[in-house]
T-cell receptor
Framework: QQQVKQSPQSLIVQKGGISIINCAYE??????FPWYQQFPGKGPALLIA?????SEKKEGRFTISFNKSAKQFSLHIMDSQPGDSATYFCAASMRNQGGKLIFGQGTELSVKP | NAGVTQTPKFQVLKTGQSMTLQCAQD?????MYWYRQDPGMGLRLIYYSASEGTTDKGEVPNGYNVSRLNKREFSLRLESAAPSQTSVYFC??????????FGQGTRLTVV
């Protein structure tokens, strides 16, 4: 059972454009929603995270939008750059359950110059 | 700080062989995790350890065992490797069960 579903699987965006990646979750007990960025040959690294008590969080060019009633959250990358080309994973966890992350399937983003 | 260090980085095993993947963190984190990454499936939790001396199964524990040797080290053992265990394995640690810090991964091929 896939508890976190991510789309699209791959995304091509022109430099300067907006990249949008979506995730949907099933378990309403999740209380932590991070996004991880992974470059080839490297481990995932935390990009930005949100808790369900807020609807949006922005850090530089990266924004998480969170819709609790729809059980969906998304990552927006503004002014996308070639250096943003990587694989992005959404995830969800319950902090009182040891922080075990349930990951989405991943989105391979390519930003064309 | 080195963060989370995994060894080896690459390994090829024959079916039925055993091996141990090593992981150490120098951030004094309580929680440690082992994930496997397969194409199109994201990362899936194999085992985790909330603190020294405790371990618990994750989503895909079959065929694996773990040892939390001390607060720093968390090892993953494959007793009898199978081709289905060909994957990239990541160790991670977390201070309080939120932000997780990942190692560089071990790419394992079982032939």
């Amino acid at each position: 059972q896939q508890q976190v579903k991510q789309s699209p699987q791959s995304l091509i965006v022109q430099k300067g454009g907006i990249s949008i990646i979506n995730c949907a979750y099933e378990n309403t007990a999740f209380d932590y929603f991070p996004w991880y960025q992974q470059f080839p040959g490297k481990g995932p690294a935390l990009l930005i995270a949100i808790r369900p008590d807020v609807s949006e969080k922005k850090e530089g060019r990266f924004t998480i939008s969170f819709n609790k009633s729809a059980k969906q959250f998304s990552l927006h990358i503004m002014d996308s750059q070639p250096g943003d080309s990587a694989t992005y994973f959404c995830a969800a966890s319950m902090r009182n359950q040891g922080g075990k992350l349930i990951f989405g399937q991943g989105t391979e983003l390519s930003v064309k110059p | 700080n080195a963060g989370v260090t995994q060894t080896p980085k690459f390994q090829v095993l024959k079916t039925g062989q055993s091996m141990t993947l090593q992981c150490a963190q120098d951030m004094n984190h309580n929680s440690m995790y082992w994930y496997r990454q397969d194409p199109g499936m994201g990362l899936r939790l194999i085992y985790y350890s909330a603190s020294e001396g405790t371990t618990d199964k994750g989503e895909v524990p079959n065929g694996y065992n773990v040892s939390r040797l001390n607060k720093r080290e968390f090892s993953l053992r494959l007793e009898s490797a199978a081709p289905s265990q060909t994957s990239v394995y990541f160790c991670a640690s977390s201070p309080q069960g939120d932000e997780a810090f990942f190692g560089q991964g071990t790419r394992l091929t079982v032939v």
